[in-house]
């Protein structure tokens, strides 16, 4: 599996890290709530399950989910982006108008 980023992506997440200087991670959900988002934590307050794998990283920043979701979804490149789309409340880059997505 191949984990990439646009230059969108590149450029909101160096955003992030500058305003977030705990560290960050990024989470894709794959539940009904959220919709397949790509959420954004501060490392420390995000636990990780047994059952999370990490997909690659991006500027040093991990992209997880399920490892039963990375079974189902048989992706072999991932690229993440940007939208102009108010994101999760849950995610740091709320307020932001714009959120992360996973696409083929």
């Given amino acids: 599996m191949s984990l990439k980023a646009s230059k969108a ?3 909101f997440l160096k955003e992030l890290k500058e305003a977030h ?3 960050l991670i990024l989470y894709h959900s794959c539940g009904c ?6 959420l ?3 490392k420390g ?10 997909l690659g990283e991006i500027e040093g920043v991990g ?15 991932l690229t993440l982006d940007v939208k102009p789309l108010e994101g999760s ?3 740091l880059s709320y307020g932001y108008g714009k959120s ?3 696409r083929p």
């Fill in 9 to 11: 992506a590149y450029a």
């Fill in 21 to 23: 200087k705990e560290g």
């Fill in 33 to 38: 709530c959220e919709g397949g988002a790509v």
């Fill in 40 to 42: 954004v934590y501060a």
């Fill in 45 to 54: 307050n995000f636990k990780l399950g047994d059952s999370d794998v990490c």
């Fill in 63 to 77: 992209l997880y989910r399920q490892a039963t979701q990375e079974q189902a979804q048989n992706a072999v490149s």
């Fill in 89 to 91: 409340e849950f995610s």
């Fill in 100 to 102: 992360f997505y996973l």
